[in-house]
């Protein structure tokens, strides 16, 4: 039997980077994931995002066979209900009877909660769920992109989940390792990619867009978020010391007020050799990964990156494509795949050297290790741990 399953998402689909795994999940269990709720501060700042709300009425889309997308009505977004308790109970009355709807309508019964970031803890017993999963792949509390009194909230409402929660999956070792000393049934389920989807990235049909073929050679580049954690001094550092390859940044600019305001990112705007693409709809990155020569994990190393399991290393080696990285704990494990550096003139020397030696042989060991993580394997491993939490209720 098929479990059913509530999923709670921090991110819009379009936006989520975990959106290769809740499809692979949708394809062992019925889903129904909740984006980030359209409110009140959206009428009065977008009024026409919120007229086509209504339009599509309430955004409620199905998206795979037993995969569906609802976005509900309510006052405040998490990033406030947060910090006010007054909000988080307006939030859960008005959105309970929607979603209670939505269910209903897709004959969820018996279904679990999955929550994916602390701000939602409120929501916890709202839908009257047979169990609660905690799916964390991130420390949220160590964010640097909220003030450290945000970081002290988010740290005691993730208490809160990890004592109720009946089951957590975690995305990194030292997640893993910290958590479960609050929780026992806490498992390390690593990231993946939607290998099968990436391994179009080397097909002769799929073609390079024209926006990204008229950048000159060598491309290397780095797709995902462009916000704090990516260390930006190393790359005006590669793009100062090799004018003649193009840096390619293709992803949402989603960082602080402080990063956007930064020397480093200025920096990065004004140099000609480095290209920042923006957001490009996840259909299209197979083509835009094609363009690129070597694929970079270009994070700084602090608290938050420690914790860092970055997904696209993956979605990098699904194409056979040599990928460099800064020191992330989590990539030590693939060092026959991924090249570990540990400062600025190691990092440059080892893309200089993949540009050089990349072969056939190596391309293909990179695809073997991809397939052996793939979103497939890991949805299959939490239905496994769900069914065990179930079978034990």
Same mark, same amino acid.
């Given at each position: 039997?098929?479990?059913?399953?509530?999923?709670?998402?921090?991110?819009?689909?379009?936006?989520?980077?975990?959106?290769?795994?809740?499809?692979?999940?949708?394809?062992?269990?019925?889903?129904?994931?909740?984006?980030?709720?359209?409110?009140?501060?959206?009428?009065?700042?977008?009024?026409?995002?919120?007229?086509?709300?209504?339009?599509?009425?309430?955004?409620?889309?199905?998206?795979?066979?037993?995969?569906?997308?609802?976005?509900?009505?309510?006052?405040?977004?998490?990033?406030?209900?947060?910090?006010?308790?007054?909000?988080?109970?307006?939030?859960?009355?008005?959105?309970?009877?929607?979603?209670?709807?939505?269910?209903?309508?897709?004959?969820?019964?018996?279904?679990?909660?999955?929550?994916?970031?602390?701000?939602?803890?409120?929501?916890?017993?709202?839908?009257?769920?047979?169990?609660?999963?905690?799916?964390?792949?991130?420390?949220?509390?160590?964010?640097?992109?909220?003030?450290?009194?945000?970081?002290?909230?988010?740290?005691?409402?993730?208490?809160?989940?990890?004592?109720?929660?009946?089951?957590?999956?975690?995305?990194?070792?030292?997640?893993?390792?910290?958590?479960?000393?609050?929780?026992?049934?806490?498992?390390?389920?690593?990231?993946?990619?939607?290998?099968?989807?990436?391994?179009?990235?080397?097909?002769?049909?799929?073609?390079?867009?024209?926006?990204?073929?008229?950048? !000159?050679?060598?491309? +290397?580049? *780095? %797709? @995902? /978020? &462009? =916000?704090?954690?990516?260390?930006?001094?190393?790359?005006?550092?590669?793009?100062?010391?090799? !004018?003649?390859?193009? +840096?390619? *940044? %293709? @992803? /949402? &600019? =989603?960082?602080?007020?402080?990063?956007?305001?930064?020397?480093?990112?200025?920096?990065?705007?004004?140099?000609?050799? +480095?290209?920042?693409? @923006?957001?490009? =709809?996840?259909?299209?990155?197979?083509?835009?990964?094609?363009?690129?020569?070597?694929?970079?994990?270009?994070?700084? +190393?602090?608290?938050?990156?420690?914790?860092?399991?970055?997904?696209?290393?993956?979605?990098?080696?699904?194409?056979?494509?040599?990928?460099?990285?800064?020191?992330?704990?989590?990539?030590?494990?693939?060092?026959?795949?991924?090249?570990?550096?540990?400062?600025?003139?190691?990092?440059?020397?080892?893309?200089?050297?993949?540009?050089?030696?990349?072969?056939?042989?190596?391309?293909?060991?990179?695809?073997?290790?991809?397939?052996?993580?793939?979103?497939?394997?890991?949805?299959?491993?939490?239905?496994?741990?769900?069914?065990?939490?179930?079978?034990?209720?």
């Amino acid at each position: 039997m098929r479990l059913n399953i509530v999923n709670f998402l921090d991110a819009d689909w379009e936006y989520d980077y975990k959106r290769p795994h809740l499809e692979g999940l949708g394809k062992y269990t019925n889903l129904l994931c909740i984006e980030p709720p359209m409110t009140l501060n959206i009428l009065l700042r977008h009024p026409l995002l919120f007229l086509d709300w209504l339009k599509r009425r309430r955004y409620f889309r199905q998206i795979g066979s037993t995969l569906w997308l609802y976005k509900p009505l309510a006052l405040v977004p998490y990033s406030i209900s947060l910090r006010f308790q007054i909000f988080r109970k307006l939030n859960k009355y008005i959105m309970r009877a929607s979603i209670r709807n939505v269910i209903k309508k897709l004959w969820m019964s018996d279904h679990i909660l999955m929550l994916s970031h602390p701000a939602q803890e409120y929501v916890i017993g709202m839908l009257n769920e047979r169990c609660i999963c905690y799916d964390l792949y991130d420390e949220h509390s160590e964010s640097r992109v909220t003030s450290s009194k945000i970081r002290k909230l988010v740290k005691g409402e993730e208490l809160k989940i990890l004592n109720k929660a009946d089951v957590i999956f975690t995305s990194a070792r030292n997640l893993y390792e910290t958590k479960k000393v609050i929780n026992p049934n806490t498992h390390f389920v690593p990231n993946a990619a939607d290998v099968k989807f990436f391994m179009k990235s080397m097909e002769a049909d799929t073609k390079i867009p024209p926006d990204i073929l008229k950048i !000159p050679e060598p491309r +290397i580049g *780095l %797709i @995902g /978020n &462009i =916000n704090d954690i990516v260390d930006m001094d190393l790359l005006v550092y590669i793009a100062e010391q090799k !004018p003649d390859w193009s +840096i390619i *940044l %293709i @992803g /949402n &600019i =989603n960082g602080s007020p402080h990063f956007l305001k930064s020397q480093s990112f200025s920096r990065c705007k004004k140099l000609s050799n +480095i290209h920042i693409m @923006g957001f490009r =709809n996840y259909e299209t990155l197979p083509s835009y990964q094609k363009g690129l020569d070597v694929c970079l994990l270009p994070y700084l +190393i602090n608290e938050y990156t420690l914790n860092v399991y970055p997904n696209k290393v993956h979605q990098y080696l699904a194409g056979g494509k040599p990928v460099v990285s800064t020191d992330l704990p989590e990539m030590r494990p693939f060092v026959e795949v991924v090249d570990i550096t540990i400062n600025h003139d190691d990092f440059l020397d080892h893309v200089e050297k993949a540009l050089i030696n990349d072969n056939a042989i190596i391309s293909e060991k990179r695809i073997k290790i991809a397939i052996e993580n793939s979103v497939e394997k890991r949805a299959e491993l939490k239905v496994l741990l769900l069914n065990e939490v179930l079978n034990g209720k």
